[in-house]
Structure formats: structure tokens, C-alpha cells
């Protein structure tokens, strides 16, 4: 029996409110269950050095949490003067999914800046992270398509992502807090519509997992993207 | 004529919403207008070495904004490896005008750490994180004493702040980012339920104010601090 | 009685050196009593960046203390890694009031960075950096003209500063450390020669300062900041 | 065709050599190809802060690269005054791996720390230095247990890691530089003694890759993590 | 002909004025010429954590550059965020300098923090450094015996230092800035009064030298450490 | 007698390996006995900020010692987030020391970096590396001039570096860890092809050293810099 009572392969309530603050070319709430996540997304015109002059763009990603996201309180990283390795990881993993649905030269010589910043946290962070960053990302291509600053729609595809885990020995879908810090086995899978991988990350915390438990979980990550997917459109749509 | 179409002496809606987030001891989201701050109350039963074995408690804040709240994006504090000047000004405000109505000895050795993350900028974030701080920290002290952890009420006041200024030579109330970046005399007051004064910090930006225009300011001040104190009680009440 | 015996409204020995240092092009030791503030301006025809091209100038100060400048040792800031918040509000504080009386424009694009570092401590280095300072940008603003770098007089206004607060129930000027460091209330005062305010920075330490103790405060600071603007100019003079 | 003329399941050349240096408890050099880590391992009795005195040990890692490990010179992070996101990612998968086949309790108070250095890079240096500590760690515990420091073997698995990847529409074995920053998918396993996984981190590059793909990038990193096993205990029984 | 007219082998006027700030128990403005520091030692019953409960005391040394004790202003290293190479060579090399003649065992567990800060620069700082930094050290040693600290005089020597070099082909003693920067060779030592050497540290800026440029150099430093030596006596002794 | 039973006057085996690792332009393992340090040397056509366009080239280095080079770990440098004093100090010796033989105009605008790396330390390891650093410089400026990169060649000396030592009251030649931890004076010596002086650091470190022992210590180093000079040159001509 799960913590939350949800049965194996049930998903949390998940709820995407765009425009939830006023000043982004996009923002959006993203909601799985109590997990909390305002996503935003900024446009500029000027480029990281490395990139100037190459005729393309760049999507990137920025992660935190508020200090009181978490049941006791996390040290604020700009006090501690860095960020640290578990920010850095989720950072890099969301900017990077995100480029894989973005064709950065279509996009031009603009940088898009995606703030993933967890307002309440229940387990499933950095996968309500890349779920809202998604959706947050197409606002601000919207935004500069409205503004006439692109010649062709840079973006090539949708992605979402998810979490799976062993809990007590059954391979269960969505895990919130009480059931990842007890899990055996936790995976984070991002897909694109059409069902295929774009990251997928594993780790054995408790037991290693067998082939047989990995196709499990697989085939629950699945069945939960494409919720999430249909959620995200409908937010778009909306 | 201010940007807003406000009276000199009006406010913006002030709102205070209790348990904004479930991990806190005190979440409160407080709106004045558009500008929007988390203010999250944690009560720990650990404190800052120097303070350690005198029998007393510490009131503290730390104060940030999310990159996006603003109209173009602000580089996150985290990333560049430190906070800036601003905002350690602001979270040690926010911090002393706190204490002011605190009694350290009756609170025992506890540390209360009030987080104020602005989550919407619009003008007066300073004021409107200690407005929302005093909510935030009356519900933790209520927490404490819910827990049986407090032999005394250590609060002895009620504290409130608002922005005033000179906009286009008219002496206004409550700044917004429009009024604010034009202003030409900015103060900040922080009073106490006694119409007192805690914290007083005007600043001349185009032109030095004279006396009597710091009387008018002084007036304006009491009277959006008597109606933020009402907001607040009435939130405190429900 | 205060501690040392001066009359409430009685200022320290105010006394302004100038040329201490021989490098800057402004230089200046300022003593209010025991605190020793040396104040130098340097002169730089560049920039920081968000500011270049814009046809103007900048002046901003720094401010240090020695670490035995204090009467236990303070920790040296660049052995820490960082500017305290106490150091960064105050150099803030300096370089407001000074570009308060200066016009940008006519000072063409030059920078002046005042470094105020603080000798030796006894409380109000601030108010006396202030005052120091604005002496070292005289300096380095003749330094300037008479190099003919400028075509008309950037400086339209003199400013000084001084702390006021009220020890033992009594509104005392000037205060030392030994004040300092009991004052149920702090006040520091900046004006220009017009007695006009161009910052007003009041903490309540122990109680909630009321109107008329304010009122009180304000008087002793237009006293004090009078005498101090009397000893500047005889220091320009000689 | 492979630049490097391999055959699709074809390895590099793996080489474990023990007591490549005289201090460290454990210290091999592993060679994959061109690519070569040193990783010692350091026995310490004293613990990290938050697991004093909870009757048990730990087990970390460290990475870096030598600046001219690679093609072109890598900024030293010690100049830097930082580690960079990649590189924490990289210490905490190594830390994370090893621990899953250590018994914490059963080794006591003591911390091995792994540090696992680049002298020369060409492609899988993460999943070269895993499986070079797993070397390290052996020869440290077998160092505790020669000085009667434990009183039963905490290690409970053998480890491994390998890269594999999609180059040129096809799934290959052992990526190297030239084929790793070309290759569509990147795939990195590590795996236990018995076939299990303990991490699995699939990135696509260029595009996703279906499931398909999957199960043959699977079926490869099995039998490369097979012959590295065998390389590793020929060392450990040499 | 040197730029100051000296002769080759002539100090500049030599100067320590003790009791120059009030809080330090030693307080030593030193003086070569244009070149001004201030020397403060600090005494503190609080000793490094390696050195706890080891039964000896701990001698060390900080040194600062007042942004504009140079010709053009030098960036604050509290504003850099680190202590840069030429400060952190400077401070250790006054350290073990004063450690040289202190016996730590008997100085007891007391640390003495020298604090070397330049108020103007001509050349020889460190050595001006060193020099005056013996004398506070004395000073904060005879306040320890005042104070029946100390069993037995923990000072067992006197140290003096001063630069010497090759200008223009021809040895001199006592460099200054304008000789400092065009220098063929720099070599800064210290002595103790038996004329013994602490440290000795040459650099050939432009051209290496010879073994009797070397001494000639050793004879020109010990003639001018001697003179240093008397002014150091008489400073004490007054 | 020392603790490696050699003569006072003999050195530990000195080797230099060229080509030790595959990438960098000169890459050169230096083994004074048990002490082993990587010497790379990084050509790049880009010079630091305040170099630019000054048509002349530079020479650096950078030092870092891998954690468990050392009998016990040492931490990270990199994660401490920043250098040491002593790691700044080694580095700034070896870059002046090269650039002593190099014509920077002669180099045009390139940049050579040499980092020197310490796999195994037992004494010497700054030595070591300035005479291993001469070797990756030289085989650097060959490659710029078989890449037709220079019109002539930049370099015109050799140089090599060697520590001597009073051990036990005996003036000893390269002295090995036992020795120097131990040792009262402790003497850094580089020189030139012509048996000039290029640096010479001399620290008492348990007594002051006379001139007659700093006599013997040129002595014994002048000779174990002779046998390093043709352990260079053997290796340069192989």
C-alpha cells in the first residue's frame, strides 16, 4: 500500500496554470499533488560568449528551491555562496532535455532562460520542473512568434517527464516525498511524444534492479508522460 | 496624476494569505498590488553560535527575489556566489524591525527564520516582506504555543511598513515600480501598533526633501500603516 | 551624564587633514574624536560597464576597517571572502549621498571611487566617512579642473553627516561608542548646506521612537551637521 | 565504420594497475585506451558532521581533471574558485555507485574517500574512474582488514561502468572522444556482479532513441561491464 | 644616481611611532620614507583549531593595501572576493618571520595576530612590514607580562628587515618605488641581531646575478638592517 | 646520517619523461626520486586582458598537488574554493623563473601555460617542477617552431632548480620529505646555465642560518643544479 493510498500506477493530480505571474514571456504553476513549481521563462537578445556570432540560439535552465519548500528548512544557496551538486545536476538535466525539442538555429540569436523555482516540495521536483518548463517554453515561443521575431517555429516536439520507483518491492508511478525517501530504486524518464527516450536516469538506492523490474517501470513512465502530456496540452490549448 | 490613477493618500489592496505553503510554521502570502512575497516562518531549536547558552532566542530574515519577478530577468543570487548589496540591506531591515517587537528572552533558546522570497515584484517589496513577516512570525509564535513550547508570549508588539515618496512633487503613499523609479524622495517607515516609530530610512534620489515635506511623508506613512495593521489583524482573526 | 561628560547638543572635536595620503587625488583624514576615517579619491577615466557610452560620470565609495581598528579584532573582509551586509549598506549609504550633490552629466566620463577606511573606531565612522568623503571629492574635483578635464563644476551642493540617538531617555548628538552601543535609538543624518534632507536613516534599538523625540533628534542633527559644514569649508579654505 | 576502426561490441584495451603511487591506502591506474585516471583511495577515522556518532561509515568520491588531460586546455577549478556542475555530477554518480555495494555499518567509523583524477582523457572518464575505484576500494578495505580495523568484509558486490552510445544510426561499445561528441545518444550503466543495474544515465543527443535501441545499447554495456569485471579481479589476484 | 639622489648604500629615514591607535596592545606606525604602515598586534586567548590543547601559543601575520596607498587605485581584495598571490606571499612570509624569534611554548595558549596594513606605498612594503612588526610585537608582549600573563619572556631575538637590489648595474640599499619597478634584481632579507639570516629572497627581474652581486647585496642588507635595528631600540626604549 | 643513507652532497635519481601524456604541446613527468610531478606546457594564441596588444607573448604556470600526492589527504583545492597561500606562492615562483630565459617579444602574441601537477610527493616538489617545467617550455617553443609560429627562437637560457638544507646541523643537496620536515633551514635555489642566480628563497626554520652555511648551501646547490642540467639535456636530446 502506498503512503498516498494511490494505487501502483496512479498519478498525483497534475495542473499546469499558465500566466501566473505577470512580468515573464512565459510562467507557469506547475502542480503534482503538493509539489509546487513556478516555471518561467525569459527572453533576451544577447547570447553567452562562447555562442556569439554562430548564427543560433540557446535554451537554458536555472533550478532552486525557496528555503522552506521542504519540511525543514534548506540553507539558502545565494548565502552559502553556491550552488550546490543535486542544483547543478537538475539544472543541467532540464536545460538539456529542453533542447532536445528546440532547433536552435531556427530560433535565432535569442537565449531563453527557463527559472524552474520550487515553491512547495513533495517528491518529483525535477520532473515537475521539466513538465512546467515545457509548457513555459512554448509561451515564450508564442510570445516571440507574436512579436515577429521568428521566421519558422523552432520548437519540434513536446516533452514531459516523470518519476518511478520500487516502493516495498512494487514498481509504482509519480513518487511523492514519502514514498522516494524510502524507495529502493528511483528513475526520472523524460520522453517526447512520440514515446521515445530523451533522458533517462536510474539509480539503484537500496537493492540493484533487475531488467525485468526496469521494463516495469518503463511501461509505468510511459502510461504517466502521456497523462502529463495531455494535461500540458490542454493548459496550451486553454 | 499618479501611473495608477490612485489618490496620493490611497493604498493598493493589501491581502494576506495564511498558509500559502503546508511545510512552514508560518506561510503567508502578502499582496500589496501587484507585488507578491512569500514570507515563511521556521522555528528551529538551534542557534547562531555566538548566541549560544546566554538563554535567549534570535529573530532573523533573509530576503530574495526569483529571477523573473521583475520586468527583465535579475541574475540569480546563487549563481553569481553571493547576494548583493541590496539585498543583505534589506533582509537586515526586515530582521531589526522584527526584534523590535520581540522579547529574545521569553522566546526561549529558539531561532525564527523569516524567508521573504518575492515572487512578484511591483515596488515596496521591502515593505510589504515586513508587513507580511510580522503574520508569518505571530503565526509561528502561535505554533510554538499550540507545541507547549513557550512559557510566555514573547511578542510585545505589532509592527507594520510602508513606502512613501515625493512622485512628480506630490508627497504619495505606497509606491509602485512606476511611481518608485521616478520618485524623487523615497522613505521608508516601519511603525509600531502605537504609531511609533521602528525603522525610518528616507533617501533624496533627484532633490533634498525639506522639513516639511518629510512632515507630510510622516503623516502619509500612519495612516497606510494603521490600514495595513487592520489587514493584518483581520488575516490573523480568520 | 554622558560617558563623556559633553553637554547633549555638543559635538567631538571635528577635524578635517587634508593631503594625508600623497597618491589620490583627493585625501583626507577625517577625526570625529577618537574615529579616524581616511578618506581618498581617485580620479579614473573609465567606466563600469552599464554605464559607459551614456555621456556621464559615476562616483561611488568603498568602505573598510581596519581589523584592529575596533577594540576586539575584527575579522579582515578579503581573509573572509566577502563584504559584510554592515559594510556593503554602508558604502551604499556614502555613495548615495554623494552623487546627491553632484551633477552627473557635467562630470563627463570620469569615475571617483571614495575609499573610506577606518583607522581607528568610536563609533559614528559613517557620518564621519560622509563627511570626509565629500571634503576628498572637493579635492579631486579641483584635482580635475585644474587639469582643465571639465567644463563646468559638476558639485552643486555641500554635504555632512552626523548620528543623533537618545541615551538614558535623553536626545543626545554625536554619539560615541560607548553611546553607541546602549542607545535606545540611532539616527543618522544627512543634509546639505540648505539644512535640506538627503538621507535619514533612524533605528529604534531598544523602544519605538515617538514623533516628538524624532522632532528633538532632527534638531540636534541640523546643529551638529552646521559646525561640521563649517569645518569643511575651513579645511577647503586653508 | 568506428574512427577508431572497432567493432560495434569491441572495448578498449582496460588495464588496472595497483599501487600506481606509495601513499594512498588504494591507488590504481585505470586505462581505458588513451583515457587514464588515477583513483586512490584514503582511509580516514573521522567522518563528515552529520553522521557522528550513528555507528557508521561513509564512502565518497572526488573527481577532477588534470587542466591538459584534454585536446585543449581545461580551466584548472581551483583557479576558478570552483567546481563546475559537470564535475560535481560526475563525483556524486561515483560516490553513489560505490556505496551501493558497501555494508556503511559494517565498516564502522571510518570515510574511504576516492578521489579520481584524470591524467588523460579520450571519452568515459566517469565510467573509467568508477570502475578503476571499485579497484581503489578493494585494496583500501583489504588495508583496514590487514590492520585488524574490521571485524567483517563491508563490501557486498563488485562494480563496474561503461559507456555505450548511438554513433552513426549504430549502438556501439566504449565510446571514445571522437565518437562521443558525435554521438546521437550517450548511455552510461553501471552495473553489479550479477547483470543488475545500479545506475543508468541515457542522454539523447541528437535524437531520442526508442526502445529498441534501448535494449541493444543494454545488451552491449552488459557484456563490456563483463569484461571489465574480469580485468578487475585479474588485477585484484595479481 | 638614484632617483632620490641617496647613495647607493643610504637608507631612507627610518621611523616607528608606537601607540599610533588606541584599541591594539600593539599599535606601530612604521615609516621608510614615503612608505607608511600601520602595524597592529592583536593578542586573544583563541587558538587555531590545530593548535588546541597542544600547549604552545600561535604567531601570525594579515597584510592589506589600502586601495589607494598606490600611485593608481588598486582593487580592494574584500571587493574580489580573495586575498590575491602577492598578499597571501607577503603575510606568510611576515609570519614565520616574527615566529622566528618567539618561543611558542612559552608564550603559552595565546595568539598574536599582527595586522600589516599600508596606509602609503614607495617600495619595501614588506620589509617596512617586517620591521614594524616586531616592534608591536613587543609592545603586545610586554602587555601580556603587565598583565601577568606570561611565566617567561617568550621573545628570544629581534628581527629587522630590508630590500636591497641591482639598479642600473650598480647595488643599492633600500629600494623605492622607482627603483622597485625597473630593478634588475630585488632581494628582500631578514636578519636577527647576531646578524644571522631568517629568510633571504632573491628574484632577477632582468638579468641573473652573479655570486658577488649576491654579496654585495648580503653586505648592503646587513648595513642596513643594522640601522633598522637602532631605530627599533630607540623606538622601544622611549 | 640522513634518513635515505645518501651522501650530504648527493641528489635522489632525477628523470624527465617526454610525451607523458598525448595533448598538450610539451608534457613531461619529473621524478626527483619518490617525488613525481606532471609538467605540461598549453600553447594559445590568446593573452591575458592587460597583455593585449602589447606585441609581446607570456609565460605562466599553475601548480596543484593531487589530494593523496602527500602522506595523509589533502583536501581538494577545488572544492575548498580557492588556492592556498602556498599553492600561490609556488606557482608565482615558477612562472618568473621561466620567463627569466624567455624573450617575450621574441614569443610573439602566444601564451604558454605550464601546469605542473604533483602525482607523488616527497620533498622538492617546487624545484621539481621549475626543472621539469624547463623541459615542457622547451619542447613547446619547438612545436610553435615547427608549426612556423616564430620567427625566432624566444628562449634564450636553461634553468633548473634544487633545495638544499642544514639536516641535523649538516648542509645537505635535495632534501626528500623526512629531511624536510625536519630540517632548520630550508633553501630554494634557481640558477642558470651560467650558475647565476634566477630566484633563491632561503627560510630559517628551527635556527637563523649563518654566512658561512648560506656558503656551503650555494655550493652544494650549484652542483646539484649542474647534474639536473644534464638530466635535461640528455632528455631534450633523446
Redesign the interface.
Known amino acids: 500500500m502506498r503512503p498516498s493510498e494511490r494505487a501502483p500506477d496512479q498519478m498525483r493530480t497534475v495542473k499546469f496554470t499558465r500566466n501566473y505571474?505577470?512580468?515573464?514571456e512565459g510562467?507557469v504553476l506547475v502542480e503534482f499533488g503538493?509539489t509546487?513549481v513556478?516555471c518561467?521563462a525569459?527572453v533576451?537578445d544577447r547570447l553567452p560568449g562562447w555562442l556569439k556570432g554562430k548564427g543560433q540560439g540557446w535554451v537554458t535552465a536555472?533550478y532552486?528551491m525557496?528555503?522552506?519548500?521542504?519540511?525543514?528548512?534548506t540553507a539558502?544557496?545565494?548565502?552559502k555562496?553556491?550552488?550546490?551538486?543535486?542544483?547543478?545536476?537538475i539544472?543541467?538535466l532540464i536545460g538539456?532535455a529542453l533542447r532536445?525539442v528546440v532547433d536552435l538555429e531556427a530560433l535565432g540569436e535569442f537565449q531563453i532562460?527557463i527559472?524552474c523555482?520550487v515553491?512547495?516540495?513533495d517528491g518529483g521536483t525535477r520532473t515537475a520542473s521539466i513538465s512546467g518548463a515545457y509548457v513555459a517554453l512554448c509561451d515564450a515561443i508564442t510570445w516571440l512568434q507574436k512579436n515577429r521575431r521568428l521566421k519558422k517555429n523552432p520548437l519540434h516536439?513536446q516533452i514531459a517527464a516523470i518519476s518511478v520507483g520500487i516502493f516495498d518491492g512494487v514498481p509504482v508511478l509519480d513518487l511523492d516525498y514519502a514514498e522516494d525517501s524510502k524507495a529502493e530504486t528511483d528513475?526520472n524518464v523524460v520522453?517526447?511524444e512520440?514515446?521515445?527516450?530523451?533522458?533517462?536516469?536510474?539509480?539503484?538506492e537500496g537493492?540493484?534492479?533487475?531488467?525485468d523490474e526496469?521494463d516495469a517501470l518503463?511501461a509505468l513512465a510511459e502510461k504517466g508522460i502521456r497523462e502529463i502530456m495531455q494535461a500540458q496540452q490542454q493548459a496550451l490549448e486553454s
Open positions: 505571474t505577470c512580468h515573464a510562467s503538493n509546487k513556478l518561467t525569459t533576451e536555472e532552486g525557496l528555503p522552506r519548500a521542504t519540511g525543514s528548512r539558502r544557496e545565494a548565502t555562496g553556491k550552488q550546490g551538486g543535486r542544483t547543478m545536476e539544472q543541467r538539456r532536445a532562460t527559472d523555482d515553491i512547495q516540495a516536439g528513475m520522453m517526447n512520440a514515446g521515445q527516450f530523451i533522458e533517462l536516469q536510474g539509480t539503484a537493492h540493484a534492479f533487475r531488467r526496469l518503463l
